[in-house]
Nanobody
Framework: QVHLVESGGGLVQPGGSLRLSCETSGTIFERNDMSWHRQAPGKERELVAGIPADGGAHYADSVKGRFITSRHNAKNTVYLQTNARIPEDTAVYYC??????????????WGQGTQVTVSS
């Protein structure tokens, strides 16, 4: 069974930084496309950043130049470095692992989320 555990959330002042981590288990991590999503109160969940198994990170326009995602395959962990935080970044942040299942397509696995609040 695949497990994803996010950590690193909390309260940060505007302009501040946080590094979120997502550690996975129960899957061959380096084969998974990983991504970060967030959901603000009253809004739908949205893609923030993605980093496929073969690299090549991509970002939502709202976070380009401020957020950086990376992965450490030996640690089965994906990171989201968030800088220059603004109040609109307040949300629950989730990581997702897309596990390839051959003929059966892709299985999506989600973490439980970590709350990030940007406030002075």
């Amino acid at each position: 069974q695949v497990h994803l555990v996010e950590s690193g959330g909390g309260l940060v002042q505007p302009g501040g930084s946080l590094r979120l981590s997502c550690e996975t288990s129960g899957t061959i991590f380096e084969r998974n496309d990983m991504s970060w999503h967030r959901q603000a109160p009253g809004k739908e969940r949205e893609l923030v950043a993605g980093i496929p198994a073969d690299g090549g990170a991509h970002y939502a326009d709202s976070v380009k130049g401020r957020f950086i995602t990376s992965r450490h395959n030996a640690k089965n962990t994906v990171y989201l470095q968030t800088n220059a935080r603004i109040p609109e970044d307040t949300a629950v942040y989730y990581c997702k692992a897309e596990e390839p299942r051959g003929w059966f397509g892709v299985l999506n696995n989600w973490g439980q989320g970590t709350q990030v609040t940007v406030s002075s």
